[in-house]
């Protein structure tokens, strides 16, 4: 009886089991489906009791049990939370909740679904860390996790799931190091955790995973030489460990030990060495990066036998040598019928552009030659390269006019010429090229007019067309190209207005026109612009008003310098929150400086040069605002008062004009040549006595002395009525030539502005306590000093001997103010003017460090004379500046120039980078500081410059000597022997200011 009933029990076991299980899974779906967003669970409509459970959406279960085996729910949007309960569906075998947007953390319950095999709830926004317990779900085959908020590291338990053959978990925020007991699972065939913040090196027991055929770890920040284990893994098909900080050389042998790749990624490394040979053994490889790490060496001409190669770049290596045989490579690679991209720019490649380019793959999309230093023309046939879509040739040295066949390259998206030689007129047929995105012309020699046609670009986002010689008007089509997002035609000579259609740019984010000749009023249609966030204007002639910009308040960066604006400052500049720079200075504005946000802070706001502002902060130096007028009775009665004043004021005036001719007369019959007076002062509003100077400077006491040239003495003052400091010179008057000295300053400096020449605050023409001639001129003070205590501290007493060395970028800086202040007074001054005298005492430093060109005592402005006028100065005054900086024309008579301004600008750079005056005792004979440069320039770079450099402020792995080559080599341009031959300014400040753009930028994405 007994057993009877028990095999009953047992018999009626499974029914029961069956209704609760079946009911279990139900229940635990209804609940999973409560933590659904609201706007989704409709999605889970068939999730009722009028359906089987099996019928319900997504849901499939075991024909024996009907338990549910399979929940997918796979990209549908779903959002809400994961319930615990999924953890109560133990008969589950798959779990898809792939590109859904649940959030919260993975259930822990999830360790319950011991049978489970597959788990894909990768596109979510799951955050927490991985749960602990999902590593007991040992059936795993599959688990994708990727593309969430996922935190933590991988667990050392991940070792338990030796049968997984997927694991992808990239895109997360994952930490720490990898567990070696990731070599535990050696049936894994694809391993993605890219893209996380993992560290350290790569476990040796990688080695164990002889399965694996794809390993991507890019983007994390792994670090170790190049992990040896990866050697073992022959069965290799796509390896990325780019964008990490490993170290060390890549193997001889890589090509034979990892034969079966077809995708191999290592840029964005710090790995050294040459490429190896026998990659090109690799007859899959599809795709190959070796980008952006420190590889030297020649690229090999056997890239070409790899038949299937769509993708190389190799860009930002040390690659090359600066020589012609650089280029060879090219040849081969026009075996490689599929590529697509090709990208080798940032190298040191030299030679002339190779003619074979334009027989690779016609499917090519991607060139990148830009940042070597490859020259000649752009060969006449690159029209070939029909698929083209980016072309970047910028920062090399081509020459010539852009071929026609350039026209044909209709799907072009990005186009950049950026700094080279080019010259020419921009072509028309640019405009056919509509797919263009970026267009960048900077930094030319591009002549005549802007095309109106590049109005037919469309899709036009960038254009930049700045430092070139551009003339004539702004053409209104390319104002009507809708999603232009940043417009630069700054440092040309366009003339004309900007035109009102500025304001359909409703895209702009940069206006740019600065320094051209541009001139009228600003269009009221700027303040359209709503999206702007910088505006230059700076350098050309605008008259009138600021336009009602009020609505444009996202700008950051607001430049109207130099123009002829006038009007009042609108107060609403104040309510720009985000305005970081605004410079209103040397204009015609008037009234009273708002005194709120922005114009708080003088380091962000520029207002000098406006004689009739008034009042702002004291910061600013502006004299205080008048009361306003009192009623008319008070206003005739002041005016009376004034009157009266006034008349007294003229009787002793003339009282003291009368003394003053006698003293003149005395003073006129002292002097040999019997000269003229000196119309030069009449610009200085000004009036400083010799009184005050004599006060200001303690007596000319030689505590305030701070330096001394050829026609006189520098002091620093303090002028108490202004409580300024100033630096004050006096001439010496016994010296022969003081006087022209003193007359050439006064004409050079009195109508010229530039952020890069010490201002001349007035001059002093008077007579001494002992009847003397007295003549001076009154600076602003340049804190920092001259340029050369700073490169020569060790010949400076202690005392005044600078605290530290210039770095790299602070030289590199001074040389660009230098270049772009010579470049504005030989070019863009009403006369243009040699200084004469350029060299490192003559230049000043400010507070930051900007430098600030000084003494224009030999300076001459060159339409006021004509040829007997040189010849007779010349042998007058001896115009020959100073010994080792002085042209070599200058030795043999030729008259002053701004060739000569060039050449001593070049000797100036050799010394700022090599730390050597050009007097200095290894010159003499033939070997000069120029020759000198020139023998070390390619081999012995780093032997001949300044050692200060090398160890002050460059990050390990910087390319110095790439650096120094290019900076010292535009030193030797601008110093030749004949004076056609050197560099204009402008020239040489455009290759300055890109080889600051190239090796001052972290990343180089398309390059500006």
Request: glycine share 8%; with cysteine; net charge neutral.
């Amino acid at each position: 009886m007994k057993l009877f009933i028990f095999l009953t029990f047992i018999s009626l076991v499974p029914l029961a089991a069956h209704g609760f299980n079946a009911e279990t899974d139900r229940q635990a779906l209804i609940e999973f489906k409560s933590r659904v967003s609201e706007d989704k669970k409709l999605v889970l409509s068939s999730w009722n009791h009028s359906f089987p459970l099996c019928d319900w959406k997504g849901v499939s279960c075991g024909r024996k049990h009907k338990r549910v085996t399979h929940l997918h729910l796979g990209k549908l949007l779903l959002g809400g939370v994961i319930s615990p309960s999924i953890g109560n569906l133990s008969f589950l075998i798959s779990l898809d909740l792939y590109g859904n947007s649940f959030g919260g953390s993975i259930p822990q319950e999830v360790e319950k679904l011991f049978r489970l095999e597959y788990l894909d709830m990768g596109l979510n926004f799951l955050g927490g860390e991985i749960p602990i317990g999902l590593y007991n779900c040992s059936r795993l085959w599959k688990l994708r996790l990727d593309r969430n908020d996922l935190g933590g590291g991988l667990s050392s338990e991940v070792g338990s799931l030796t049968k997984l053959v997927h694991l992808k978990v990239f895109l997360n925020n994952l930490r720490g190091k990898l567990p070696a007991s990731l070599g535990n699972l050696t049936s894994l065939e694809d391993i993605s955790l890219s893209e996380n913040n993992l560290e350290g090196e790569i476990p040796s027991d990688v080695a164990k995973l002889t399965q694996i055929t794809s390993l991507l770890l890019q983007i994390n920040n792994f670090s170790g030489v190049f992990p040896p284990a990866i050697y073992n893994l022959s069965s290799l098909g796509a390896l990325s460990l780019a964008n990490n900080h490993f170290s060390g050389c890549l193997r001889s042998d890589f090509g034979i030990l990892l034969p079966n790749l077809r995708l191999l990624n290592v840029g964005g490394n710090d790995l050294t060495g040459s490429i190896p040979a026998t990659l090109s053994n690799i007859s899959t490889l599809h795709a190959l990066g070796l980008h952006e790490n420190n590889l030297t060496g020649s690229i090999p001409a056997t890239f070409g036998e790899i038949p299937n190669l769509k993708r190389l770049t190799l860009q930002s290596n040390s690659l090359g040598r600066y020589s012609s045989g650089d280029l060879e490579f090219i040849s081969s690679l026009t075996n490689c019928t599929q590529l697509k991209e090709l990208r080798i720019g940032g190298n040191k490649l030299g030679g002339d552009f190779p003619i074979s380019i334009v027989n690779l793959s016609a499917e090519l999309t991607t060139f990148d030659f830009g940042g070597t230093l490859v020259s000649g023309r752009i060969p006449h046939d690159i029209g070939n390269l029909i698929s083209l879509q980016t072309l970047l040739l910028d920062q090399c040295m081509l020459i010539g006019p852009l071929p026609t066949s350039l026209g044909k390259l209709l799907n072009l998206r990005v186009l950049n010429l950026f700094s080279n030689r080019l010259s020419g007129e921009i072509p028309g047929f640019l405009g056919n090229i509509t797919m263009l995105e970026t267009l960048i012309l900077s930094n030319n020699s591009f002549e005549g007019v802007v095309p109106p046609s590049i109005g037919k670009c469309s899709n036009l986002l960038q254009l930049y067309i700045d430092s070139n010689k551009l003339n004539g008007t702004i053409p209104r089509e390319i104002l009507k190209v809708r999603p232009l997002i940043t417009l630069d035609m700054s440092w040309n000579s366009l003339s004309g207005s900007l035109p009102e259609d500025i304001g359909q740019l409703e895209n702009l984010y940069t206006l740019s026109v600065a320094y051209n000749k541009l001139s009228g009023k600003l269009p009221q249609t700027m303040g359209k612009c709503l999206t702007m966030v910088i505006l230059s204007l700076e350098g050309n002639h605008f008259d009138g008003g600021i336009p009602d910009i009020k609505g444009l308040l996202g700008l950051q960066k607001i430049d109207l310098s130099n123009n002829n604006l006038s009007g009042r400052i609108p107060e609403y500049l104040s309510n720009f929150s985000k305005l970081q720079y605004l410079n209103l200075s040397v204009n015609r504005f008037v009234g009273s400086v708002p005194t709120e946000g922005i114009f708080q802070n003088s380091t962000m706001v520029s207002v000098f040069g406006n004689n009739d502002l008034c009042g702002g902060i004291t910061e600013f130096q502006l004299k205080p605002c008048l009361p306003q007028e009192p009623p008319t009775e008070s206003r005739n009665s002041s005016r009376l008062k004034k009157v009266a004043i006034g008349i007294s004021v003229c009787i002793f005036f003339l009282f003291l004009l009368s003394i003053a001719t006698v003293s003149l007369i005395r003073l006129r019959k002292r002097k040999k040549n019997n000269q003229s007076d000196n119309p030069t002062l009449d610009v200085f509003h000004e009036n400083i006595s010799y009184g005050d100077i004599r006060n200001a400077t303690d007596c000319f006491s030689l505590s305030n002395m701070v330096g001394s040239g050829s026609f006189g003495t520098v002091f620093k003052a303090l002028l108490p009525t202004e409580n300024k400091v100033v630096a004050v010179k006096v001439l010496n008057m016994q010296r022969h030539g003081a006087l022209k000295s003193f007359i050439a300053e006064c004409q050079s400096l009195k109508d010229i502005r530039h952020r890069n020449l010490v201002k001349l605050l007035t001059a002093c023409s008077s007579i001494d306590f002992q009847g003397n001639e007295f003549k001076a001129l009154i600076y602003e003070f340049m804190p920092n000093g001259s340029l050369d205590m700073w490169l020569h501290p060790e010949e400076v007493e202690e005392i005044r001997r600078p605290s530290r060395t210039l770095t790299l970028l602070e030289r590199l800086n001074i040389a660009i103010d230098l270049a772009s202040v010579l470049d504005y007074l030989h070019v863009h001054c009403h006369e243009p003017i040699a200084h004469c005298d350029l060299k490192p005492s003559n230049i000043l430093l400010d507070d930051d460090l900007t430098a600030h060109v000084s003494d224009f005592g030999l300076a001459r402005l060159l339409l006021k004379f004509d040829q007997e006028s040189f010849l007779n100065q010349l042998s007058s005054a001896g115009v020959r500046g100073t010994i080792g900086y002085s042209a070599p024309e200058y030795g043999m008579g030729a008259q002053p120039s701004i060739h000569g301004d060039v050449y001593s600008f070049g000797v100036l750079l050799l010394e700022m980078f090599t730390g050597k005056r050009p007097v200095n005792e290894l010159f003499g004979g033939n070997v000069t500081l120029l020759s000198y440069t020139k023998s070390a320039l390619q081999e012995r770079i780093l032997d001949i410059v300044d050692k200060s450099i090398l160890h002050n402020g460059l990050r390990v792995g910087f390319p110095a000597a790439e650096c120094l080559t290019l900076v010292l080599n535009v030193g030797l341009m601008c110093g030749e022997e004949s004076p056609m031959n050197r560099l204009a300014m402008s020239e040489a400040a455009k290759e300055l200011v890109s080889i600051r753009e190239r090796f001052f930028k972290e990343r180089r994405t398309v390059r500006h």
